[in-house]
């Protein structure tokens, strides 16, 4: 990676000139590079790329898709300088016993495809530039892939960096059975009871049965709800009954104070009536 390393500066200057012509930007490269782990005022980039790997003792090569590239990245507008920090995650050889992590190595068009998404990302976190259309160009596998990928033998995955590791998770989580379903018939087995039981066992248990027998006897029967629902019913009706009454007095009141004023009115026409013929 470190011989590589060159290629990928080169190819990142001439972008990035190519946008930004008065600042300066370096890439350097950082192992010790964490996801989401970011100092004040740094952005973050990763992407899941297409690379092949070689086995340093047995000589074996396989590719993958999800090779795990980290960049970090800072911009100070003032000095019109920028940094970029980058991670490529390794990968090691499923066949050999110990195996060492390997270093993915990357074709020429992939690193360029690689660093086009970088710069687009600069342009957009950096410069706020979100006008344009900025869709991530994914890398060229040159070779059919089959199978999953190897999260076992996966630094990024082993690390809990690989965003494939939280997919396939989520996929066993939706097809593997429940554990807490699993435990729950545990629980309902092991609290099963034997069927060999002590004599000191059984006597309990007919003890208890026993004494709710006579708890049985002794027990009220039925009919004090049935007495229970005949004082409610006795309550309502008198409930009732009070209120027909309150109503009849009430309509009565108005009949007798309609026929009081009446009265009143026909005694004032009649004395001035009275008093009219008197003079």
């Known amino acids: 990676m470190d011989q590589e390393m060159e290629v990928w500066q080169q190819e990142f200057q001439e972008l990035i000139q190519a946008e930004k012509p008065w600042d300066q930007w370096t890439l350097k490269l950082d192992r010790r590079l964490t996801p989401n782990l970011l100092q004040p005022y740094w952005k973050q980039h990763q992407q899941s790329v297409f690379a092949r790997f070689q086995c340093s003792r047995c000589s074996r090569s396989w590719a993958s898709a999800q090779v795990q590239v980290l960049f970090h990245m800072h911009w100070n507008k003032r000095t019109s300088m920028g940094q970029v920090k980058m991670r490529v995650f390794a990968q090691r050889c499923r066949k050999c016993s110990q195996p060492s992590f390997e270093i993915p190595e990357f074709t020429e068009e992939n ?6 998404n970088l710069v687009s990302k600069i342009l957009k976190e950096c410069y706020g530039e979100r006008f344009k ?33 939280g997919l396939d998770l989520a996929t066993q989580s939706r097809t593997s059975p429940s554990f807490f379903s699993t435990s729950s018939s545990e629980e309902i087995s092991s609290s099963t009871p034997s069927p060999t039981r002590s004599s000191t066992t059984e006597d309990s248990v007919t003890g208890n049965t026993q004494m709710k ?10 009919n004090s709800n049935h007495q229970g629902q005949s004082i409610i019913q006795v309550s309502t009706l008198g409930e009732d009954l009070y209120s027909h009454i309150a109503q009849n007095l009430t309509h009565r009141n108005v009949v007798v104070c309609c026929c009081a004023i009446i009265v009143l009115i026909l005694i004032v026409v009649v004395v001035v009536i009275a008093v009219k013929l008197t003079n």
Not at 139 to 165: M, V
């Open 213 to 222: 027998k006579e708890e049985a006897l002794h027990r009220p029967r039925a």
């Open 133 to 165: 259309s900025m869709e991530e160009i994914p890398t060229i596998k040159d070779c059919p892939l089959k199978g999953a990928h190897d999260s076992d033998n996966c630094e990024a995955c082993l690390r809990g960096f690989c965003a494939r590791r």
């Open 111 to 116: 690193i360029s495809r690689i660093l086009n």
